[in-house]
């Protein structure tokens, strides 16, 4: 794994949205579509994932990861007793990159050591306990759900053509870097590709085929990212945030951030502080 991609993977945060332990004779869980990834290790019995027009048989060992808005069904066809450790999560950068769709992740792989994985499992769950005070459980829960997704993906890396060239691409890697390092650095897509020696268009292909998103979305998202943390946090006007972020013009990053939040900078700074100050 490159240098550059392992400082991205450094950034990237970790969500855990649900997660339990589940033991059923019957399941049917039809066209489901869910906007997380969903992760179900197979502990022991028998369970069918259909994707894709695709119907694949689970054994015991074996994990389905589901990545988000993917239509899929999961069900049983056996009376036997299956349990499933399951989770749901996120893992992004900024709340605007999917390092997950970095790679060619299978939806359904082996375990390369159940028992491990299993362990941590339980240590996650555990964790999780209202019991512990929350400081010492906020460190190990994410302790464990980290340790949780190095397994996976160790495993899942490990199958044949699940990673994909993204290591070799360090041209792209920069790229990329540059962008969440410093969104507001001002950049176009045709010095992207003079620097790359690149057609512009090819550019913003390949870096949407690697990364899930063309270059100048990531910038705009993570401008966006940026804006809302200073609305919240600072006492910067709306003009000075708008020209820290690289727009000249106002109108332009006001029209920008209405675009994706639905509501002007102002309106979200104000609705914002009344939920603070509820709360």
Known sequence: MSDRLSHLLRHAELRIEQFDVHSRNEMK??????????????KSGSAKLRIDGEEMA?????VTLIPPNVMHDHYKDTADQTEFLWWHFTFEIEGVMDVMKMFRIPFVFQLQDHAYFEDVFMAFMDSADARIPSLPRSILTRAKSLELLYIILNSALSQQDAQKDVAKSDGFLAMLTRVVQSPEAPMTLQQMADELHMHPTYVSNRFKELFGKSPLQVQREMRIQKAKTLLETSDLSVTEISQRLGYSELQNFTRLFKSYVGISPTQFRVLNRKWRVSK
């Open 58 to 62: 689970l054994e015991p060992g074996t």
């Open 29 to 42: 869980t039809l066209n489901r579509t869910l906007p997380f990834y969903v992760m179900s290790y197979l």
